[in-house]
């Protein structure tokens, strides 16, 4: 969603306006109008960007080395 999206700018630079498909216009609008939908898009997002995460793990093993009970 809003993949292509062109920002227009004043003469200082400021992003003043946001030009992009009508097709993208109407799926934000309706996205926006229901509150089901948005929670549902907002937990898409939120399990995107728990997936992008790299967490170490560690074994028990591994613990119990670093703590030195081995």
Do not use: C, P
Not at 14 to 21: C, H, K, N, S, T
Not at 24 to 29: N, P, Q
Not at 52 to 66: D, G, M
Request: charged letters at 25%; aromatic letters at 10%.
């Amino acid at each position: 969603m809003l993949e292509a999206v062109q920002i227009l700018k004043d003469s200082q630079g400021e992003a003043q306006f946001a030009v992009l498909d009508f097709q993208e216009y109407l799926s934000v609008k309706n996205l926006l109008s229901s509150t089901e939908q948005l929670e549902d898009y907002l937990d898409y997002l939120h399990i995107q960007r728990v997936k992008q995460r790299t967490v170490k793990t560690w074994s028990l093993a591994e613990v119990k080395q670093e703590l030195g009970f081995e």
